[in-house]
């Protein structure tokens, strides 16, 4: 029997993720925690609580309560707000995680552990175009530079102390639910909300800025395949490559426009377009699929149409 602790279960991954762990382990199995208050589905839907990641403390008080088996650790500062507190961001995301692998080793009940990491671990000295699993990661972001290290860590966990630690680089991830916060990808969101509820849209990124980017439903369908595969599956101790789909900021807008012709979108690019410039413009994922066959079902007229709607019907509308 699994016990599950969700960390950052409110954030945009975590606020779907729940939702289908609890229908893969049982309702009563899946713990939800954050900082923050969380939404009222995943309170009611099972165990939730409020819990501090960086209260070591605390963390293992609840994980050996609870007989904790799987954490998966999901609060983090994104690319854009942790340029603007750089210390503050490296603090959050490295100790946050260094707490989770220290308690891993320690309380016997936890077997398998589950940490996001992202495509800004690539840098401007990476290759653009269908980046490999293996290449050179020399990131610009303090973000980027966090989640690095924390592969580094996990792979020193892994093999060093035969741990599970398992990962994923995330490439900008669109969802409806929960909005991101602060991230450089975020334009990919705001844009339908934007397109919603305005009719028009200022992009913080150039209208040819290609990046990856994947639907939340591939996201999560993605970890939980990840995180059921069997532990000799698992060939990348460190973090897998995961590619979804690639498109520019033009590219969606003229996807958006399809339907909804007046919708004008005006181009402004801020402190993020230098973050974007830096990451990949998409992904080679195939080890992903040859280990644990990762699979990709939203293209770019499939993810407009599902988000539209999604949106749409939060604001009564489309
Ligand atoms: N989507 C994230 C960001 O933009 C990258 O992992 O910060």
Redesign the pocket.
Known sequence: MENILVIGAAGQIGSELVIALRKVYGNEHVFATDIKDLPRDLKDGGPSAILDVMDDKRLIHFVIRHKITQIYHLAAV???NAEKLPLQAWHINMQSLLNILDLAKVADDVHRIFWPS???VFGPTTPKQNTPQLTVTEPSTV?GISKLAGERWCEYFNTGYNLDIRSIR?P??ISYKTE?G?????YAVEIFYDAIQKKEYECFLKKDTALPMMFMQDAVDATVKLMTAPKEKISVKSSYNVGGISFTPEQLAEEIKKHIPDFKVSYKPDFRQQIAESWPQSINDTQAQKDWGLETKYDLEALTEVMLKGVGEKFGKY
Do not use: P, V
């Open positions: 994104l690319s854009g992202s495509i800004a973000y995330y900008g991830l991101a602060g991230g450089t990808t975020d």
